[in-house]
C-alpha cells in the first residue's frame, strides 16, 4: 500500500537534546513538508521540498532542520535551539510543490520535551 | 493574500442531526478547496476535495460545493454518527496550502 510512514509515533526528549523525526513516503510524489500542530491548534508549516537536495523554510523554522537526500525521505530534526518543541509533528507529500495539488498526510508524532 | 476561515467550535450535535461547517476564503487565483478530517491522536485524512467553481466534492455521506460567488465551501452532512466526532480542517491550495484552524465536532448518542 502507498502512504506515508512517521516514526515513531511517541517521542520523549530530555531539554537540551536533539532529536529526529523520521518522515518516508512509496507515494513517488516530489514535495514533502512538515508541520507542527499545538493542542487546539491548527497547522503551522515548519519546512518544505519540491525537491531532492532542495528545501526552504516556512512559517516557523527557527530551531528545525531538515534534509531530502532522496525522494522518499524528509527527516526533521529538532534542535536544542526549539524553545518548545512539545507538540504534535505531521509530515505530508504532494504530487508537485504549488499548483492546486492535494497534500496526503502521515499518522504524526508527538514529542514531549520531559 | 490567501486565506481560510472557518467556524469556531466545538460543535456538538445529536446523532442523525444534519451538519453544517461553514467555511470561506480569499484567494488571488482559482485554488483547490480540500476538507480534511483529523481523529484523536492521529494524522488529517482527506474528505473530500473540489477543483473549481461549482464542483461538489462528496465522500462518507459529506458533501461541499466550491462556490466562487461567495467564496465558500461548507461541508453538509445530512445524518451524523457518533463515528463522525472528529476536527475538520478546510483547506485551499494556490501554489502554497493554506488551513482554517479547524472546527471539533462531537456527536452524542
Known amino acids: 500500500d502507498g502512504g506515508i510512514t512517521q516514526s515513531p509515533k511517541y517521542l520523549f526528549r530530555k531539554e537540551g537534546q536533539n532529536v529526529t523525526l523520521s518522515c518516508e513516503q512509496n507515494l513517488n510524489h516530489d514535495a514533502m513538508y512538515w508541520y507542527r500542530q499545538d493542542p487546539g491548534q491548527g497547522l503551522r508549516l515548519i519546512y518544505y521540498s519540491q525537491i531532492v537536495n532542495d528545501f526552504q523554510k516556512g512559517d516557523i523554522a527557527e530551531g528545525y532542520s531538515v534534509s531530502r537526500e532522496k525522494k522518499e525521505s524528509f527527516p526533521l530534526t529538532v534542535t536544542s535551539a526549539q524553545k518548545n518543541p512539545t507538540a504534535f509533528y505531521l509530515c505530508?507529500?504532494?504530487?508537485?510543490?504549488?499548483?492546486?495539488?492535494?497534500?496526503?498526510f502521515g499518522p504524526g508524532t508527538r514529542l514531549t520535551v520531559l | 493574500g490567501n486565506s481560510v476561515t472557518q467556524m469556531e467550535g466545538p460543535v456538538t450535535l445529536s446523532e442523525e442531526a444534519f451538519l453544517t461547517i461553514n467555511c470561506t476564503y480569499t484567494?488571488?487565483?482559482?485554488?483547490?478547496l480540500f476538507w480534511y478530517v483529523q481523529y484523536p491522536g492521529e494524522g488529517l485524512q482527506l474528505l473530500l476535495k473540489a477543483t473549481k467553481a461549482d464542483d461538489k466534492g462528496s465522500n462518507k455521506g459529506f458533501e461541499a460545493t466550491y462556490r466562487k460567488e461567495t467564496t465558500s465551501f461548507h461541508l453538509e452532512k445530512g445524518s451524523v454518527q457518533v463515528s463522525d466526532s472528529a476536527v475538520y480542517f478546510c483547506?485551499?491550495?494556490?501554489?502554497?496550502?493554506?488551513f482554517g484552524s479547524g472546527t471539533k465536532l462531537n456527536v452524542k448518542p
Open positions: 505530508a507529500s504532494s504530487k508537485l510543490a504549488g499548483g492546486t495539488d492535494t497534500q496526503y
Open positions: 483547506a485551499l491550495n494556490f501554489n502554497k496550502f493554506y
Open positions: 484567494a488571488t487565483g482559482y485554488p483547490s
